[in-house]
């Protein structure tokens, strides 16, 4: 089971989220059968995703885009305020000597929406900036400081192995200064992290959302206020995809009743194949009329 963290340090002057997100990453890249880099990048950029929505309000989303020049094409990821988290990948076999070659220059889009599955739909707030290593981490921490005026520390991991499942471990840490986080404790954050094990290390053995906090930030007090539940879920149905293709031009619902004898829908996020039978289909068509 993975969970999250948030709470805050330093007196109130950092804000602080850990995550293990190993069983969402394993899901993930099964559902969308990615080759072991790609299955990096994706990872990192679910647990990022996760981190960054952490603080969401009840109907918030939060959706990352990843827009890269790379041969992963692009990479996208959607959070909510219940801790659920999907996304997909354009090429997921892709290949590359490293996650930044795959990714490749381009963009880091966010976009925080509210109220869109209730009917109280308000217009999204986007932010961009451009993709500044492709190691994902970085390009969180880079959002935040040029787009949201947060400095930022993201540390990001990935672990694989051999065998099924290939993703060990996965998970991350994301710190948040606060406008009166004074230098001295920034300093010693720096520090902190500087002599920390990496954060692939720590969690691949065995670290805790806690544990993480603890040693990322060494002698700094940290306080956790919230502790959740996360996983990989997708808002996909077979209900939903029916009201898709029923939206569908009643000509080309003719076709595809007489050459396929149904129709399928595949979700992009989840991979879900929904399969409407000849006689669904055909009941689509006579609601038309």
Request: hydrophobic content about 40%.
């Amino acid at each position: 089971m993975d969970t999250l963290i948030h709470g805050t340090a330093a007196d109130g002057t950092i804000r602080c989220m850990a995550t293990i997100t190993t069983e969402i990453v394993r899901e993930a890249t099964r559902r969308h059968q990615t080759s072991p880099l790609v299955s990096v990048a994706f990872g990192r950029t679910l647990t990022g995703t996760l981190l960054l929505g952490s603080s969401l309000k009840q109907f918030d989303r939060l959706t990352v885009k990843l827009e890269g020049s790379g041969d992963v094409g692009n990479i996208i990821t959607e959070a909510n305020a219940a801790g659920k988290v999907r996304g997909y990948v354009r090429n997921p076999t892709a290949e590359a000597e490293s996650v930044n070659r795959l990714v490749g220059d381009g963009m880091f889009y966010v976009m925080r929406e509210s109220g869109f599955d209730v009917g109280s739909y308000s217009e999204p707030y986007q932010g961009s900036v451009p993709i500044v290593s492709g190691e994902i981490a970085e390009d969180f921490a880079y959002y935040l400081a040029k787009s949201e005026q947060i400095p930022s520390a993201v540390l990001l991991g990935v672990s694989l192995q051999n065998d099924e499942p290939f993703v060990a471990s996965a998970g991350g840490v994301m710190l948040q200064m606060m406008p009166d986080a004074n230098e001295h404790i920034i300093t010693m954050l720096e520090d902190s992290i500087s002599y920390a094990p990496k954060v692939t290390e720590l969690i691949k053995s065995g670290a805790t959302p806690t544990e993480l906090l603890e040693t990322i930030l060494g002698v700094i007090d940290f306080q956790v206020l919230e502790e959740k539940t996360v996983g990989f879920a997708c808002t996909c149905s077979f209900e939903r995809a029916k009201v898709l293709i029923g939206m569908i031009e009643k000509a080309e619902l003719e076709e595809m009743l007489s050459q396929d004898k149904g129709a399928t829908m595949s979700c992009h996020f989840c991979n879900e194949n929904y399969v409407l039978d000849e006689e669904m289909l055909r009941e689509l068509v006579s609601a038309k009329n």
